[in-house]
């Protein structure tokens, strides 16, 4: 009995691998803080409601779209906190918060919101509201290649995208 309930999930965790692939995966705030600062990948968390429609749109069109996608799976540590949530907690900081109150401490004050992070917990920079795939994409690309810390203002990295197209 216990081979079979092993082969059955097995099997199952094969599936969801499979369907699901490791980029659409997105895991707690204290495990992802743990697998950048192994991987030296910068963190994403999106902050979002169970109520809020451009969640579940950016959800739909913005993670969902194949080039945000891969370059999520690649380059980044992606985490998911319920707002909330008040039994869920997380440790940042040496100090441990229920997700309302991790959410209160990154400043959001709306939905969705997402925080970026280098490996090492550092905020590079929060960004509220929806935003599509086509300028999001951008986003994963001046946080990949840390132009943050050459001081480049993003609209001048998107002339420099766009003239070397």
Same mark, same amino acid.
């Given at each position: 009995?216990?081979?079979?309930?092993?082969?059955?999930?097995?099997?199952?965790?094969? +599936?969801?691998?499979?369907?699901?692939? =490791?980029? %659409?995966?997105?895991?707690?705030?204290?495990?992802?803080? *743990?697998? =950048?600062?192994?991987?030296?990948?910068?963190?994403? +968390?999106?902050?979002?409601?169970?109520?809020? /429609?451009?969640?579940?749109?950016? %959800?739909?069109?913005?993670?969902? @779209?194949?080039?945000? &996608? *891969?370059?999520?799976?690649?380059?980044?540590?992606?985490?998911?906190?319920?707002?909330?949530?008040? &039994? =869920?907690? =997380?440790?940042?900081?040496?100090?441990?918060?229920?997700?309302?109150?991790?959410?209160?401490?990154?400043? +959001?004050? $709306?939905?969705?919101?997402? *925080?970026?992070?280098? %490996? %090492? $917990?550092?905020?590079?920079?929060?960004?509220? $509201?929806?935003?599509?795939?086509?300028?999001?994409? /951008?986003?994963?690309?001046?946080? @990949?290649?840390?132009?943050? @810390?050459?001081?480049?203002?993003?609209?001048?990295?998107?002339?420099?995208?766009?003239?070397? &197209?």
């Amino acid at each position: 009995m216990k081979k079979l309930i092993y082969q059955i999930l097995t099997f199952c965790f094969s +599936v969801t691998s499979f369907v699901f692939g =490791a980029g %659409d995966s997105w895991i707690g705030f204290d495990e992802g803080i *743990a697998l =950048a600062e192994k991987n030296k990948k910068p963190i994403i +968390v999106d902050f979002y409601t169970d109520w809020c /429609h451009w969640c579940k749109v950016m %959800d739909e069109k913005t993670f969902n @779209e194949k080039d945000v &996608k *891969a370059k999520l799976q690649r380059n980044f540590v992606t985490v998911r906190i319920n707002a909330e949530d008040r &039994k =869920a907690t =997380a440790t940042y900081r040496g100090q441990t918060f229920n997700n309302v109150q991790l959410t209160q401490a990154f400043g +959001v004050t $709306g939905f969705p919101t997402l *925080a970026f992070l280098e %490996d %090492d $917990g550092d905020v590079i920079t929060t960004i509220p $509201g929806y935003i599509p795939a086509e300028q999001f994409i /951008h986003i994963l690309s001046y946080i @990949e290649q840390k132009m943050y @810390e050459k001081k480049m203002p993003f609209e001048e990295f998107l002339k420099l995208q766009e003239k070397s &197209k």
